[in-house]
């Protein structure tokens, strides 16, 4: 099996800033991508940010030039960089890897529990 667990988000006020870092562990062979959704309260889950194995990165218009991702491949880690934060950053977090496991030809796809941001005064 495979775990991605979070962690980082907290309060903050806005103009702030907050680094998230997401693990993932477990039955793993290969990580073909690893990014972060967000979804706040009475609205659909967005994806915010998505690193893939071949060093491309993507990220939300609505986050462009406040949010960098980044990624460990040594570690199965991804860390979400969080600058210049609004209070419509506010939302559960979650953390998404694809992996492939040893011996299978096909990908999985693993959610962790998410973690909370709150930008607030």
């Known amino acids: 099996q495979v775990q991605v667990v979070e962690s980082g988000g907290g309060l903050v006020q806005p103009g702030g800033s907050l680094r998230l870092s997401c693990a993932a562990s477990?039955?793993?062979?290969?990580?073909?991508?690893m990014g972060w959704s967000r979804q706040a309260p009475g609205k659909e889950r967005e994806l915010v940010a998505g690193?893939?194995?071949?060093?491309?990165?993507n990220l939300a218009d609505s986050v462009r030039g406040r949010f960098t991702i980044s990624r460990d491949n040594a570690k199965n880690m991804v860390y979400l960089q969080m600058n210049s934060l609004k209070p419509e950053d506010t939302a559960v977090y979650h953390c998404?890897?694809?992996?492939?496991?040893?011996?299978?030809?096909?990908?999985?796809?693993?959610w962790g529990q998410g973690t909370q941001v709150t930008v607030s005064s």
């Open positions: 477990g039955s793993i062979f290969s990580i073909n991508f």
């Open positions: 690193s893939s194995s071949d060093g491309s990165t």
């Open positions: 998404n890897a694809i992996v492939k496991r040893p011996g299978r030809d096909i990908t999985y796809s693993y």
